[in-house]
């Protein structure tokens, strides 16, 4: 089976620009979440989408946005880059029962600022 | 809200000796825990989960937890470790009731490195 999977390993941008990531859950999963994981800050989290919408989303700015598709893959944008996006993005899914579930999470996406 | 605190940032062991990080939380309902494992570089594997029953929980590669609600505690364990086992260690909790802010999401502590001597 197939793990979850992200979209580009590596990103490079400059102050300013805009950033996209991308990331495909486990088969069958419907759930999607993001986290940021950034030096001396911990994994936080920072988004949730289940069956397209979004369920919950951290402390972050508006900047940070995403959607989820028909396919339950998902994108996460960050606008206007700061210095400070500079981190590993991290995905996860799992598949919602009505109760507790498992996240399982991707590789991750490197995201460098300049 | 919930919290988690890994009161060690840094463990080291010999291989081949035994292994305890410890993990703390707080949650105000019945807590769901975690622990994953994070090479350098790489994502989150997933050693084990706690939602119920049974306190003591086996995981892969040889790990065991155990839940003890008296103590807010999540504790991982390893008999003997080898040096493979090198890397940083994460305790969480999840929150699937009630909506608000927590819902859905994991809370994670803020990992312990462990290094193995060989």
């Known amino acids: 089976e197939a793990g979850v999977t992200q979209s580009p390993t590596h990103l490079i941008k400059t102050r300013g620009q805009q950033a996209t990531l991308r990331c495909s859950p486990i088969s069958g999963h419907t759930s999607v979440y993001w986290y940021q994981q950034a030096l001396g800050l911990g994994l936080q989290f920072l988004l949730w989408y289940d069956e397209g919408e979004e369920r919950n989303r951290g402390n972050f700015p508006p900047r940070f946005s995403g959607r989820q598709f028909p396919n339950y893959s998902s994108e996460l944008n960050v606008n206007a880059l700061e210095l400070e996006d500079s981190a590993l993005y991290l995905c996860a899914s799992s598949f919602l029962a009505g109760g507790p579930s498992t996240q399982y999470f991707g590789p991750g996406t490197r995201l460098t600022v300049l | 809200a919930q919290s988690v605190t890994q009161p060690d940032i840094h463990i080291t062991v010999s291989e081949g000796a035994s292994l305890e990080l410890r993990c703390n939380y707080s949650?105000?309902?019945?807590?769901?825990l975690f622990w994953y494992v994070q090479s350098p570089g790489q994502g989150l594997q997933l050693l084990l989960k706690?939602?119920?029953?049974?306190?003591l929980v086996q995981g892969i590669k040889g790990f065991e937890a155990e839940f003890k609600r008296s103590q807010s505690s999540f504790n991982l364990r390893k008999p003997s470790v080898h040096w493979s086992d090198a890397a940083e260690y994460f305790c969480?909790?999840?929150?699937?009731?009630?909506?608000?802010?927590?819902?859905?999401?994991?809370?994670f502590g803020q990992g312990t490195i462990l290094t193995v001597h060989p």
């Open positions: 706690y939602f119920s029953g049974d306190t």
């Open positions: 969480a909790v999840g929150a699937f009731r009630g909506g608000g802010t927590s819902y859905g999401k994991l809370t």
């Open positions: 949650y105000g309902a019945t807590p769901y």
